[in-house]
C-alpha cells in the first residue's frame, strides 16, 4: 500500500516536471510562434505590455488540470494515454479560447485559433508525459526501497 507522504512526492514530481516542461515549451512558443502571429493578423487586439497575474492564473490552473487529468500520477497509464489524453485536454482548452475569440472579437481569424488548437494539443501531451515520467520514475523507486 502506498502511503499518503509517497503519493504527496509523486504528485510534486508531476507538478514540478510539469510546470518546467510547459513553462519552457510554452516560452518558446510564444516568443518564436504565437507572438509573431497574433501581431501579424490581429494587432488591434494586442496589449501593449504582459498582464502578469492572469498569465500566472493560467499557468497554475492548467499545470493542475493537467497533471490531475491527463497526468494521473498514481495510476497506471501508458505513455500513449497521456499523450492521448494531454492532446485531447489541450485541443479542448485552446480551442475554447480561439473558437470563442473567433465568434466574439472583431477580426479574429479563425486560422490562429486552428493554430492554437494544434499548439494546446501538442504542448499539453508534451507536458503530460513528461509530468507522467517522472512521476513513474518516483514510485519506481518508492517501490524498491
Known amino acids: 500500500m502506498t502511503s499518503?507522504?509517497?503519493?504527496?512526492?509523486e504528485w510534486a514530481a508531476a507538478y514540478g516536471a510539469?510546470?518546467?516542461?510547459?513553462?519552457?515549451?510554452?516560452?518558446i512558443w510564444i516568443t518564436q510562434a504565437a507572438k509573431p502571429l497574433y501581431d501579424s493578423e490581429m494587432p488591434h487586439l494586442m496589449a501593449s505590455e504582459l498582464s502578469a497575474a492572469?498569465?500566472?492564473g493560467f499557468y497554475a490552473l492548467y499545470l493542475a488540470g493537467t497533471v490531475h487529468?491527463?497526468?494521473?500520477?498514481?495510476?497506471?497509464?501508458?505513455?500513449v494515454q497521456r499523450i492521448r489524453d494531454g492532446a485531447i485536454l489541450g485541443a479542448c482548452a485552446y480551442g475554447a479560447w480561439g473558437l470563442t475569440?473567433?465568434?466574439?472579437?472583431?477580426?479574429?481569424?479563425?486560422?490562429?485559433?486552428?493554430?492554437?488548437?494544434?499548439?494546446g494539443a501538442f504542448g499539453t501531451?508534451?507536458?503530460?508525459?513528461?509530468?507522467?515520467?517522472?512521476?513513474?520514475?518516483?514510485?519506481?523507486?518508492?517501490?524498491?526501497?
Not at 487529468?69 to 505513455?79: D, I, K, M, S, V
Not at 465568434?103 to 499548439?119: G, Q, T
Open 4 to 9: 499518503t507522504a509517497d503519493r504527496v512526492k
Open 69 to 79: 487529468l491527463a497526468t494521473r500520477p498514481g495510476e497506471e497509464r501508458t505513455t
Open 125 to 145: 501531451a508534451l507536458t503530460a508525459t513528461v509530468a507522467g515520467f517522472a512521476a513513474d520514475r518516483v514510485r519506481k523507486g518508492l517501490r524498491g526501497r
Open 18 to 27: 510539469g510546470a518546467v516542461t510547459f513553462g519552457v515549451a510554452d516560452a
Open 54 to 56: 492572469p498569465a500566472l
Open 101 to 119: 475569440g473567433a465568434a466574439v472579437l472583431d477580426k479574429f481569424p479563425v486560422s490562429v485559433a486552428l493554430i492554437d488548437m494544434a499548439w
